[in-house]
């Protein structure tokens, strides 16, 4: 009866250790699920359906469109640039692309290298064109200059092919084709243009508002403590001077205060943030890249 007793408890703790062990495993994969699920429940807190769903880069440029008109702003020299940095953060938020390892002597996060992590398709065309030339380029390169070839603002005419053209186009027939915008010509007397103007206003309202409860509604006050796409989103909305968009509609109250507590983001240290448990490195190499 003792030995039963002692094999039946045996028993109990093999189990019982493999469902610990079980339990382990699991949360490892949840873990490493953890920030696409945050994401996922963010859209469906919002309504959004799977198909409504934007990259960095598509919320950067809607933001930047004019409702009505369908076309960015002719004065803006830096969307393009940012957009560039938009697809690096999106890409690192994937688990595509990461820095290389700071070493003993603590490089910048300028200096170190962007590393291919995973080369599996993201899905997004502009992405995947990014992440191939990036996994293909050898000597490896720093953000500061993926940002610049994957703009085409090089003096090497041999580096000329890395540059990613029609981006905005290609942006704005994505988000048609998500049933964000639609396609019109207009005639400006010397040239037709193709223009995007917003059909679906309550997906942009819905961006807007996002963007101002980040800072005011639901501030916290801590970046550590904000969605990494949400604060991505609002610096590099900044970089591609297309954020006050987003505040115009404020009373000039709020409008202070949102841009204080943007102000007060822009001047974070990029080195500290990057060097805090969970951070992503990459995002805030982008951010320096633009800051410095």
Known sequence: MTSL?????GLVQRKTEANRNADKERGSDEEEDDEARRAEEEDDDNGDAKDTRLTLMEEVLLLGLKDREGYTSFWNDCISSGLRGCMLIELALRGRLQLEACGMRRKSLLVRKVICKSDAPTGDMLLDE????????QPLENVQSWIELLSGETWNPLKLHYQ???VRERLAKNLVEKGVLTT????FLLFDMTTHPVTNGTLKQRLVKKVQDSVLEKWV??????DRRVLALILLAHSSDVLENA???LQDEQFDLGMTRVR??????PEAESAKPNANELMWAVVAAFTK
Request: hydrophobic share 30%.
């Open 130 to 137: 990014a992440l191939k030339h990036i996994k293909d380029t």
């Open 221 to 226: 006050n801590d970046p550590q403590r904000m």
């Open 264 to 269: 007060s983001l822009l001047e974070l240290e």
């Open 184 to 187: 019109e010509k207009q005639n």
């Open 164 to 166: 990613l053209r029609n």
């Open 247 to 249: 505040f115009a509609p």
């Open 5 to 9: 007793t002692q094999r039946t408890s």
